[in-house]
């Protein structure tokens, strides 16, 4: 299998590689994070003039028609850079509802505005109750004429306090845990009924809890068909996923890259710590756990476009069980290695272990994802 990348994906890579390298060091980074947002409007400008934001998106909707393979050369960079910008959660989640689930008239209105940067999204899903199950909802939509009213309480909205619209999900009919009569809808942050009490993520991220009481949406805000969302909701995670693994990546390399720098130059005993063995052989595991990673996330990546559901969920589940692994060795090691300054807040070494602590448990841990591998595993009938 051919793993090289394409002369435009070189060049993709090449481009992010210098803006990343240009505006996004770690005081820089520090900076953004001050903003009310938390994240820099300029430097989103910036992705929009270097084609990012609409890279998944066809041409005709002002995209540049990319794969996952552009996708995971993004969420790599912006996970070596600890990026802020809410790309997740507009590009890849919140343009992946439109592109499987909107309507071409939709399609039309909200991905152009993605592509050039004047539109933000937020995934607003996550419920008190449901842990990582997709299926487990309580807020509730209820037929209004031709269209719907919204009450319900959703957490852990990711960039959900800056978001302009919020894609909720919500049960149009059956009960809690039931994996029909679910839907997706389209919701103006600024609508009547719509609060949202922001807050920082221990990653450096922000978040919100979002409150929806008798929240009117429009036909035009609801995505696909109501009452059968969830193989829709079930994909976007998917491909969230393989783009967290992604960015999980680039941020494990920052911390290899790190800790063996330091090994280098860390002089104990009239010499450089990393000329003692038992500490090179910290830094292989470092470096085995962090090819295991790759290699995951690339075969996620492979599979995230996959029209069948079934592999596709295998696969970015063995992905993220790796990822989970590998994260947590990784960041373990890096921490124990640098000594007492990985642990200050001025040092990147702990910004980048918080980082991939959270992609752990976003979407389900690694715990998770291995149960749901054996669950979903066939077992041969007894003879």
Not at 254 to 279: C, N, P, W
Not at 292 to 311: G, L, V, Y
Request: glycine share 12%; aromatic share 6%; proline share 2%.
């Amino acid at each position: 299998m051919d793993f090289d990348l394409s002369e435009e994906q070189r060049l993709l890579k090449e481009s992010l590689d210098r803006l990343i390298g240009d505006r996004y060091g770690f005081e820089q980074r520090k900076g953004y994070a001050q903003n009310a947002e938390g994240w820099s409007r300029e430097l989103w400008s910036q992705f929009a003039e270097l084609g990012l934001l609409g890279l998944p998106f066809a041409e005709e909707f002002g995209g540049s028609a990319g794969g996952p393979v552009e996708t995971m050369i993004v969420m790599e960079a912006f996970g070596r850079a600890l990026a802020l910008e809410p790309y997740l959660a507009t590009v890849v989640m919140g343009g992946g509802f439109l592109r499987h689930g909107g309507s071409t008239e939709q399609c039309a209105d909200l991905l152009p505005k993605i592509a050039n940067g004047h539109l933000t999204l937020a995934f607003a899903h996550t419920e008190r109750q449901s842990r990582y199950d997709l299926h487990d909802i309580q807020t509730r939509a209820a037929r209004d004429g031709s269209g719907w009213v919204i009450e319900g309480e959703k957490g852990v909205v990711l960039h959900g306090d800056s978001a302009d619209k919020l894609i909720v999900t919500a049960r149009v009919a059956g009960g809690r845990r039931d994996r029909e009569g679910i839907g997706a809808f389209l919701v103006d942050a600024k609508a009547a009924g719509v609060s949202r009490r922001g807050y920082p993520t221990q990653d450096g991220l922000r978040a919100a809890e979002v409150s929806l009481g008798n929240v009117k949406v429009g036909p035009e805000g609801v995505l696909g068909e109501p009452g059968s969302a969830l193989p829709l909701i079930e994909r976007v995670a998917d491909e969230a996923i393989a783009a967290l693994c992604s960015e999980a990546v680039g941020a494990m390399a920052a911390m290899h890259e790190l800790t063996v720098d330091y090994l280098k130059t860390r002089r104990q005993f009239g010499r450089e710590i990393g000329s003692f063995q038992i500490l090179q052989h910290r830094a292989v595991d470092m470096l085995i756990a962090l090819e295991q990673a790759r290699s995951m996330a690339m075969f996620a990546t492979m599979m995230a476009a996959d029209e069948n559901a079934a592999e596709r969920r295998h696969a970015v589940a063995a992905a993220k069980v790796q990822i989970g692994r590998s994260g947590k060795l990784i960041g373990q090691q890096a921490i124990q290695l640098h000594g007492g300054i990985a642990m200050t807040m001025e040092y990147k070494a702990g910004h980048y272990f918080k980082r991939t602590t959270m992609i752990d448990t976003m979407f389900g841990d690694a715990d998770y994802h291995l149960r749901e591998l054996a669950r979903r595993s066939t077992v041969p009938a007894a003879a």
